[in-house]
Nanobody, 128 residues
Framework: QLQVVESGGGLVEPGGSLRLSCSVS???????????IGWLRQGPGKEREGVGC????????IYEDSVMGRFTISKDNANNTAYLQMSSLKFDDTGVYFC??????????????????WGQGTQVTVSS
């Protein structure tokens, strides 16, 4: 069983930046090398939506239109951590951000965000 823990959320003014981290741990010898990562969010009164993802190989990275050009996803296999760098934040970016992982998870345009292990989420609030 994997443990997925997000961190780095907080309160930020419009136009500001935040970097979210997603730490993944498992049994002895676990490595993030073979896992794809998805980032999703749920705003107040809204359904959960995908933000973007990175394939297990790290080759494919996609972003939803709402965050394209402002958010960057990466993963550090050596430290079993994935990141969501967010900049030029807007009020509409407010919500709980979730990280999810899947063994040999792919990342394709238009594909559903199907993952096996989820974190509890971290709150991001964009407010002046």
């Amino acid at each position: 069983q994997l443990q997925v823990v997000e961190s780095g959320g907080g309160l930020v003014e419009p136009g500001g930046s935040l970097r979210l981290s997603c730490s993944v741990s498992g049994d002895s010898g676990f490595t993030l090398d073979d896992y794809g990562i998805g980032w999703l969010r749920q705003g107040p009164g809204k359904e959960r939506e995908g933000v973007g993802c990175i394939s297990w190989s790290g080759v494919n990275i996609i972003y939803e239109d709402s965050v394209m050009g402002r958010f960057t996803i990466s993963k550090d296999n050596a430290n079993n951590t994935a990141y969501l760098q967010m900049s030029s934040l807007k009020f509409d970016d407010t919500g709980v951000y979730f990280c999810a992982v899947r063994h040999f998870g792919r990342c394709l345009h238009g594909a559903p965000y199907e993952y096996d292990h989820w974190g509890q989420g971290t709150q991001v609030t964009v407010s002046s």
